[in-house]
């Protein structure tokens, strides 16, 4: 296991078009988090799974926003009716149950979203 | 206000220079603060981590958190150009749910 994966690493689309993300996270980990950063910024937290549990959302997390974790294994997060301020880079994270108690996250690379 | 301040920089500095990167942090709660390193279009990686207020220091990397000011610091010794990069500081808490709250990232530039 090489870490954290992420598809697709770039989406490009259209605005009003629906767009899915895939993270598949370190095969050990039960928890599971999604961010996004845009340039110039950290990452800002969206949402945390523990297992399939989805146990907390953000703020920005709008109801366009919806993510899963069927099974507690890879997780998706979907856009729907996209709008331009969703281009952002979605990242992935996990970690295992000693780690996320630190907050010591590992990231993968990264889904690229560019809303035209 | 943010709950975590960071100087965004960017910072450019010379070969074998003593770096020193900074971040303010306003929720006295954080216990766990941790910094990352982020190249371009990559995601971030950890790179140092530390439990309440004292020093860490791995390598040419040291790490210092200073609770009762709400203040932490990286430093990076002889530095190189493999280090640039964004390095973000990161923290969290016991009581703020399971979220690690990152600070805005400053860019730093190791000039050869």
């Known amino acids: 296991d090489t870490g954290v994966s992420q598809n697709p690493r770039h989406k490009i689309t259209k605005r009003g078009q629906n767009v899915t993300f895939r993270c598949d996270p370190i095969s050990e980990h039960n928890r599971l988090y999604w961010y996004r950063q845009t340039l110039g910024q950290g990452p800002e937290f969206l949402t945390y799974f523990q297992n399939e549990a989805q146990l907390e959302k953000s703020r920005l997390l709008s109801d366009r926003f919806s993510a899963e974790r069927p099974k507690g294994s890879f997780s998706t997060l979907e856009i729907q009716r996209t709008e331009q301020g969703d281009s952002a880079m979605y990242l992935c994270a996990s970690s295992s149950r000693t780690s996320a108690d630190t907050g010591e996250l590992f990231f993968g690379e990264g889904s690229r979203l560019t809303v035209l | 206000q943010k709950e975590v301040e960071q100087d965004p920089g960017p910072l450019s500095v010379p070969e074998g220079a003593i770096v020193s990167l900074n971040c303010t942090y306003s929720?006295?709660?954080?216990?766990?603060f941790m910094w990352y390193r982020q190249y371009s279009r990559k995601g971030p990686e950890l790179l140092m981590y530390t439990y309440s207020s004292g020093n860490k220091e791995d390598g040419r990397f040291t790490a210092q958190v200073d609770k009762s000011s709400k203040y932490i610091s990286l430093f990076i010794r002889d530095s190189q150009p493999s280090d640039s990069a964004t390095y973000l500081c990161a923290m969290s808490s016991h009581t703020g749910g399971f979220k690690t709250i990152f600070g805005a990232g400053t860019r730093l530039f190791v000039k050869a």
């Open positions: 929720n006295s709660a954080f216990q766990y």
